[in-house]
């Protein structure tokens, strides 16, 4: 599998993560004399993580911090698996971490341009903005966030409805090479933005019968229906007014419970979210966060809880 001159690039599979490994091939072909593949990599591979990619040279990023990686960038500040890992990093030539980034392709592209003049086109500036707004969700309105319809969106949308695993991994060639308005346009990626929007909208229809109550602008759901499509943001596309909005959704292997802020209508209370978690064995930031109980019974009842304690916040007097 390995070719001895070929280095691979390992991206997280999201819009941000595929415009970092676009970045990333496109300025060591340009400036190093690379010839780069490159793969995306999941959650799943966490496990064996030492030995993740152990016969070839490579590059990460987007994702998990390893110690063999000849490129590394990352902005996660859960990057580091394990203390031992943390103590290994340091800042260089190849590897670079920036936790206040909202997202991977900008720390990229200046790390390029300061270490090995790259000259950034314009294309990637324009991915790199986009990315910024999509991995932060610092969408403009809700109706952006779910209907936008801005080239980077229609490709972030397709990507939830994805015709195979390889896909983005042919959508990263095509990033490297074009600019966003010509993946756009592709015949594929429209299809499976076709596809998403359908399944937005079943989700947005969905959504209403799923609230258990709404009280003080604060809103509780139970979408932990198999049968139910999600769309995260849902509860304030149907209920601009609402601060916080709670609910249980189903995973892999058991349920989750969400809470978090409308971004468009932030909360004129200062709870901190991930601490409010902690008490359920989760955690968060000050914006979102979650937990997993045991079981749905468990779940229903720690969002109800949460979702009472955030309406008593937010009809306390602030003193
Ligand atoms: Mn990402």
């Not at 324009?126 to 490709?155: C, H, T």
């Not at 600019?179 to 909208?201: C, E, G, Y």
């Not at 949460?306 to 937010?314: F, N, Q």
Request: with cysteine; hydrophobic share 35%.
């Amino acid at each position: 599998m390995s070719s001895s001159g070929t280095v691979r690039i390992h991206y997280h599979r999201d819009f941000d993560g595929m415009v970092a490994a676009a970045v990333l091939a496109t300025a060591l072909r340009d400036t190093r004399g690379e010839t780069p593949a490159w793969s995306s990599v999941n959650y799943d591979q966490r496990s064996n993580w030492e030995s993740f990619s152990a016969h070839e040279r490579f590059a990460i990023v987007d994702f998990h911090f390893h110690p063999r990686a000849e490129y590394w960038f990352d902005h996660h500040p859960t990057t580091f698996l394990t203390p031992e890992l943390r103590a290994a990093y340091s800042p260089s030539e190849r590897w670079q971490w920036d936790e206040s980034s909202p997202s991977c392709p900008p720390l990229i592209l200046a790390h390029a341009e300061r270490h090995w003049s790259f000259a950034t086109p314009e294309r990637f500036r324009e991915m790199a903005e986009w990315s910024n707004m999509i991995d932060a969700a610092r969408y403009k309105s809700v109706d952006q966030a779910v209907f936008g319809d801005a080239p980077a969106l229609r490709i972030a949308r397709a990507l939830t409805a994805a015709p195979s695993p390889g896909w983005t991994d042919e959508l990263v060639g095509a990033m490297s090479t074009g600019d966003l308005d010509s993946v756009a346009r592709r015949s594929d990626v429209d299809k499976s933005f076709q596809r998403a929007a359908r399944n937005r909208d079943k989700a947005l229809q969905q959504f209403p019968p799923c609230v258990e109550w709404r009280r003080d602008k604060v809103l509780v759901y139970d979408a932990s229906s198999s049968n139910i499509r999600r769309e995260r943001f849902a509860p304030f596309y149907h209920y601009p007014d609402t601060h916080y909005a709670v609910g249980v959704i189903p995973t892999r292997s058991g349920f989750h419970v969400m809470a978090g802020e409308n971004p468009w209508n932030p909360p004129p209370v200062q709870v901190h979210i991930g601490t409010l978690m902690e008490r359920f064995g989760g955690g968060g930031h000050k914006a979102v966060g979650g937990a997993n109980p045991h079981d749905l019974q468990e779940a229903r009842r720690v969002a109800m809880l949460i979702g009472e304690e955030l309406r008593v916040a937010l009809t306390t007097p602030q003193g």
